[in-house]
DNA sequence: TCAAAATATGAATCTATTTTCATTTTTTAC
DNA sequence: GTAAAAAATGAAAATAGATTCATATTTTGA
């Protein structure tokens, strides 16, 4: 018997599983799940294709888990703002301005996520994204219809009009291209949508620093 | 010399196209484009998988000219109600509860029209077929805000919103599963959704068939 | 009936990737 | 230094499906 593995390898192990993640990452980042190809992700992360098997069963465990911790991080985010013990409303304010902000800052990795055209593997990932937006949308709907500043409503389907509305607003085909100026407006619009569709009109605008800090 | 294609032949040339198109249509309306292989449309067809060649350069050909058939009977139909000579509510009302309504009496048709993952091929097509439906939506808009029925704003943002909006409540995984009965309940939401989101509040409730008879 | 032209056929080929695996290299313990 | 085990390699194989094309069949006009 000679070998077992040290500390010191398993450190590598570690760290070459970081760096195809990483180069995967990169890449979606810059092309779309489009470009992660096995051949191209282990190149840029300084190892051989076949390698990358020993560290992934296949391309499509290799994306689903570039996915979910893109997506997570995310999810996380929005979760944390809809779980904060403030009114309803204001809570509505916050995701809303959150969701959209991050993807218009970093629309390439938001058009992969929730647009770009994927095979099964990945629509299965982007379903379990978009029904978790739908379900932090419905929760805030309920406790807004709890709070009396919504009249009642299916928040179910509401939820799933608002999850499918933000993103087709923000990025793909029908998204308008905006500069930063823009993007302002953009994100006015699409608040001022949402509250409409709950059927709240006279609610003043707030910036979301303004919220962030009242909640 | 010895042949010339004549008019019976010509008819069954055209026959053939046909045959074909109807074939890959049937299989998309029961398992969506991803059933539609040459070697199963060729099949249903009655036709070998070289014939399918014949009649079209290649499968995405095929495929796109099946989606614009089927997408450009309901692009006309919603264009014609855009087009009517009456008040733009009256017509939003009416495009809302056409598009929903037909989109659930054929949700598996619906569905690889809009939500089924597909190539980067039809990824196109549902572009235009979205695109189109954004457009109806935005020209309604601008004509309610011209009659002063809805107060100004960027109609294409918003028409990009609904646009993403109902399919998502309609097909596809974050839609709810609903029967005949449930259906007119997810659609009177979608619709009090959408006028809502225009800050439409006070409408009264008409039935499709209601404002079918008024315009 | 015949030959020329058009049309149909489907097994074989092509294509673009992912995935494998026999071989090489590295690591470890003695 | 050596041998056993692990890890890495990358060229070759597998895959799944679209596409081709040499051959067979059908159609036509004489």
Redesign the interface.
């Known amino acids: 018997m000679a070998y077992r593995q040290t500390e010191h390898v398993a450190q590598r192990l570690e760290e070459n599983r970081r760096r195809i993640l990483k180069a995967a990452r990169e890449l979606v980042a810059e092309g779309g799940f489009a470009k992660a190809q096995i051949t191209a992700v282990a190149k840029r992360a300084g190892l051989a294709t076949g390698t990358l098997y020993r560290y992934f069963p296949s391309k499509d465990d290799l994306c689903r888990q570039v996915f979910r911790e893109v997506s997570s991080r995310e999810m996380n985010i929005l979760a944390g703002i809809a779980a904060a013990d403030h009114p309803a409303l204001d809570r509505f304010d916050l995701v809303l301005r959150t969701f959209s902000g991050r993807a218009l800052k970093s629309r390439r990795l938001a058009y992969a996520l929730l647009a770009e055209?994927?095979?099964?593997a990945l629509?299965e990932e982007r379903?379990r994204f978009?029904?978790t937006h739908?379900a932090i949308f419905a929760r805030i709907i309920d406790d807004a219809i709890a709070e009396g500043s919504v009249s009642p409503?299916?928040s179910?389907?509401?939820a799933?009009?608002?999850?499918?509305?933000?993103?087709?607003?923000l990025v793909g085909?029908?998204?308008?291209e905006t500069d930063a100026q823009g993007s302002d407006?953009?994100l006015n619009?699409?608040v001022?949508?949402?509250f409409?569709?709950?059927?709240v009109?006279a609610r003043q605008t707030a910036t979301k620093t303004q919220l962030e800090s009242r909640l």
């Open positions: 055209p994927v095979d099964v629509a379903t978009r029904k739908a409503r299916d179910k389907l509401v799933a009009c608002i999850a499918g509305a933000i993103p087709t607003a085909p029908l998204a308008p407006d953009v619009s699409i001022q949508f949402c409409g569709a709950l059927g009109t």
